[in-house]
């Protein structure tokens, strides 16, 4: 039997900023997303990577699949955090 994973966050009050971050990363990544909707981009990446995506049951989607979607969305906003952390440091006097 397949295990689900634990997508609970360590810091529940957290979620608002995640997903106002998501929708700036994507945004910048070229995708329009509903701010009030930030987990629907993943269907907008899917389309642009040519995988069958669509609410409801994906049972039919290979792991390789979902991952790039899953990736393309990950991968951009960890750039971007770096991307940040690099100007936050750049900015720092020592």
Known sequence: ???RRNRSL?????????DRFKVHVMKLEGYAVDPARPND??????????????EGDNGQLTTEA????????????VREMIRM??????????
């Open 85 to 94: 952390a690099k100007l936050q440091l750049g900015q720092q006097s020592l």
């Open 10 to 18: 360590v810091v529940p009050e957290a979620r608002q900023s995640l």
């Open 66 to 77: 979902a991952g790039k979607v899953g990736g393309e969305i990950g991968g951009a906003m």
């Open 41 to 54: 981009v993943k269907f907008k990446v899917a389309d642009s990577l040519g995988i069958p995506l669509h």
């Open 1 to 3: 039997m397949a295990r």
